[in-house]
């Protein structure tokens, strides 16, 4: 991304999850590609004690309240773990996207409690 266009709040948004995916070791990647392990689950228990899941939901929700430019670089810079943790990042928004913009505050309210533990990568598996 250019640097030009990003501001300094959105550079440090930027390093934060930069560090997050200097954080991932390495063996998690190589063993995500032998098949030794089906989900990392590691990985995304990481992300979401960092609050980088559902970061453009409101934060009643479990979100950030950030713009879909953020989460670009959040799948952008995950990405450079590899596609599925994109993927990984990505998903929540895209699963939670018609809650967030098409559901009743209502539904949003009782899905958020579900959603958040998601949202803060402490689903149960």
């Known amino acids: 991304m250019l640097e030009v266009f990003l ?4 550079k440090k948004f930027r390093q934060e999850v930069q560090d997050l995916v200097k954080s991932i070791p390495r063996q998690l990647i190589l063993d995500m590609d032998a098949d030794k392990i089906e ?3 590691e990985f995304v228990r ?7 899941l559902g970061i453009r939901f409101p934060q009643k929700y479990g979100g950030r309240d950030l713009k879909w430019v953020d989460e670009l670089i959040a799948v952008g810079e995950v990405n450079k773990l590899g596609v599925p943790f994109a993927c990984l990042v990505s998903v929540t928004s895209i699963v939670g996207e018609g809650l967030n913009v098409f559901g009743t505050r209502l539904k949003r309210r009782s899905t958020s409690n579900h959603s958040s533990p998601a949202h803060n990568g402490l689903a149960k598996h």
């Open 39 to 41: 989900f990392p689950y």
């Open 46 to 52: 990481e992300a979401g004690r960092r609050k980088l």
């Open 7 to 10: 501001t300094e709040e959105r």
